[in-house]
């Protein structure tokens, strides 16, 4: 061989060790996983590994058929639908890796491929197919959660960061973070807005192990010129850094140091990383969060949002837009709007209460229906003919609109301005368009409105 040729040969050893790398690490541990489980399988038939391995393609499918339907927990209890999914998808890979063959797609493996389906559907009858996928974090307690986080704290700016990275780029769990760095992200204008946007730079994911023509993580955060701007929190983050210390994610001071960086020379630990959105919420006060439920958080936000399944999958990362089913669960605020909605068709009679995103879901008034407004300190109330009681409530609470009592209708109190502040309120009161016509104003009588296409009487109590 020439002594300065072009290129390199390549031994088994090395193709090996390259094909082993594109594989992530959970793939790694997945493959691990379910070599050690069939290992333990096997030597209850007096066989291991080596042995198996030699066998011709007839012998191992009848093995891997009767292991599949005879695999268990070290408790005895069964395996639930997905973990058989994840140990059939290991010892497929660890058999390619191990130059066998693909005991999934290949044709001699038809039998013990046959066996997996049916056993699949016995698991499912006895209630081993339901996955419970992380929930995405309520409306409620996101707002809560991200007014706990203080900005002029060292941990309170970190965990700002890690929400907003997390949402913004959808990421998965624990994936990547600790071997970000400063150099992971680049800043960029916004063309037209000149808006500073922070983008990740490409990076191999679980579902992303090649280079793509589009990144598979294409998150982007932009400036929103207010107090959880995202991309201010994050130049804020990065100046605080400890120059010392390579890692994005670095430990943070107990307290505000009097000159220097906020962060200590050394990393957060991946286990620390990896319980991030749990400490989060716990010190908020909401129902505990871990960090793949700000994953589903931002998928549900995009899919809420009208944007389409292949947009998200160039942010989230995904595949194929079947997986993106698992995040598309109707939250409780959508159910009990739509009880509501059941309700007031079938019960005219009932007692419907109108509030806003915090209080509960928004009930509708159907066109042409008689409303009577009595103000009183409380604020507004509504009846609505025949019988309907409906009280106006914001996410403040049960007054959207301080009517003074004292007031003469018509005079001191502007009807006009109440509803437009009631159509315009900031806090989510109610969703009308500011359509008012006064059509009557006589002296002694109530005044009326036309009301987002309701006749509205105000009186005086």
């Not at 579902?207 to 207010?226: A, H, Y």
Request: charged share 25%; with cysteine; hydrophobic share 35%.
């Amino acid at each position: 061989m020439a002594e300065n040729s072009r290129f390199h040969i390549v031994d088994d050893e090395e193709l090996k060790a390259i094909m082993e790398a594109a594989d992530s690490k959970s793939t790694k541990n997945q493959v691990k996983y379910a070599v050690k489980v069939f290992s333990d399988y096997l030597k209850l038939i007096n066989m291991d590994m080596a042995m198996v391995a030699a066998l011709p393609n007839s012998e191992l499918d009848d093995i891997i058929g009767k292991f599949y339907c005879g695999a268990r927990k070290q408790d005895g209890e069964l395996y639930c639908k997905k973990t058989m999914q994840a140990i059939r998808f290991g010892l497929q890979r660890h058999f390619i890796n191990e130059g066998k063959c693909d005991i999934v797609m290949n044709e001699d493996f038809a039998s013990s491929s046959r066996v997996f389906k049916s056993y699949s559907a016995t698991l499912k009858q006895k209630g081993k197919g339901f996955v419970k996928h992380k929930m995405a974090i309520r409306e409620e307690d996101m707002s809560i959660i991200q007014d706990s986080l203080d900005v002029t704290d060292p941990l309170g700016l970190q965990n700002k960061v890690f929400l907003d990275f997390m949402l913004y780029f959808c990421n998965r769990g624990r994936e990547n973070l600790r071997e970000m760095t400063r150099d992971s992200f680049e800043m960029k204008v916004e063309s037209g807005t000149g808006k500073r946007c922070i983008t990740l730079k490409d990076t191999l994911t679980k579902n992303n192990r090649e280079d793509d023509l589009e990144k598979s993580q294409g998150g982007v955060m932009i400036e929103t010129n207010n107090a959880r701007c995202p991309v201010a929190s994050f130049l804020s983050y990065v100046e605080k850094l400890n120059p010392e210390c390579e890692s994005f994610w670095q430990k943070p001071k107990s307290k505000v140091p009097t000159s220097g960086p906020w962060y200590c020379n050394s990393p957060l630990g991946k286990n620390k990383l990896g319980d991030k959105m749990k400490e989060i919420s716990l010190k908020a006060g909401t129902r505990v969060y871990t960090n793949h439920c700000l994953r589903a958080t931002s998928i549900t936000f995009l899919r809420d949002a009208g944007f389409k399944d292949r947009d998200i999958m160039s942010v989230s990362g995904h595949h194929s837009e079947s997986s993106l089913k698992h995040y598309a669960r109707t939250t409780d605020k959508k159910k009990e709007e739509m009880a509501h909605a059941i309700s007031s068709t079938i019960n005219p009679n009932q007692q419907i209460q109108i509030a806003g995103p915090r209080a509960g879901p928004s009930a509708s008034v159907r066109p042409n229906q008689q409303i009577q407004i009595a103000p009183g300190s409380a604020g507004p109330s509504a009846i609505v003919d025949p019988n309907q009681q409906i009280q106006i409530a914001s996410s403040a609470g049960p007054s959207a609109v301080d009517i003074p009592s004292t007031s003469s209708v018509g005079q001191d109190l502007d009807l006009e301005a109440i509803l437009r502040d009631i159509a315009n309120s900031p806090r989510g009161t109610m969703n009308i368009p500011v359509n008012i016509t006064n059509t009557s104003s006589q002296e002694n009588k109530p005044t009326s409105f036309n009301f987002h296409n309701c006749v509205v009487h105000f009186h005086q109590q």
